[in-house]
């Protein structure tokens, strides 16, 4: 929009950003104490005021971080869920939707070593805040090195069960994340309309031998989640 544009109703507004109108009336009236729009009576609507696409971009973004309650994801970390929402004074629940030993795909076959497609143990999982879908999430762990893994607690962190029970040493963790729209059972376990971005994160733990340890394929709201990243360099670069 540009100004003197007309802005959209607060039912099509409502509709087009998944938000209740109560949320887009009190964006508005935020929007017009600083003069960035303006209402008038009648049919004639709620209009821009002000040029206000670049200089409030980063200020919009912090608002809506503190309003949404973001919840900080470390990339490339071993630990679990529980710990992350722990450490940000969160709990989880867990619901394990499927756990079993089953044929996976040959790109997951390859992760682990195989030549194709491989039989694996194939944990699928929900976990929720607040009451609230954060992450759907597919595990898979190699049952011949880590021999009757099914009987342990499924509702805790993979990663953490494997080197405590195990001895499951990880060395480095690889991860790919990118945005993809959410269909299917993803978009109804976060309880998403079809086609919502959600962030898809690829990860897989690596042992000291080279060996894949863990790979899991987790999605997130992406209106939810905020992934952060570090990463050391040597002192003389």
Do not use: W
């Amino acid at each position: 929009l540009v100004v003197g544009d007309r802005l959209p109703s607060e039912r099509e507004l409502a509709q087009e950003l998944m938000v209740s109108r109560s949320t887009i009336r009190a964006a508005l009236a935020y929007m017009r104490e600083r003069g960035e729009i303006v209402t008038g009576h009648g049919r004639e609507g709620t209009i821009l005021a002000k040029d206000i696409a670049d200089a409030s971009a980063q200020e919009r973004i912090e608002v809506n971080t503190k309003s949404a309650r973001l919840i900080e994801r470390p990339s490339g970390s071993a630990d679990g869920v529980p710990s992350m929402l722990a450490s940000q004074g969160l709990e989880c629940k867990t619901v394990v939707l499927d756990a079993r030993v089953c044929e996976c795909p040959e790109g997951i076959g390859r992760a682990f070593g195989f030549r194709g497609s491989a039989s694996l143990i194939r944990i699928e999982r929900q976990r929720a805040v607040l009451d609230e879908p954060l992450s759907y999430e597919q595990t898979y762990v190699d049952q011949r090195i880590y021999p009757h893994f099914l009987d342990c607690d499924m509702t805790e962190s993979i990663s953490q069960l494997l080197q405590v029970r195990y001895g499951a040493k990880v060395a480095t963790v690889q991860e790919m994340i990118q945005v993809v729209p959410a269909f299917g059972r993803c978009a109804k376990l976060l309880s998403l309309e079809s086609g919502t971005p959600v962030l898809y994160a690829v990860s897989r733990a690596v042992g000291e031998d080279g060996r894949t340890i863990v790979l899991s394929h987790d999605m997130f709201p992406a209106n939810k989640v905020r992934l952060t990243t570090s990463r050391s360099l040597s002192p003389d670069r």
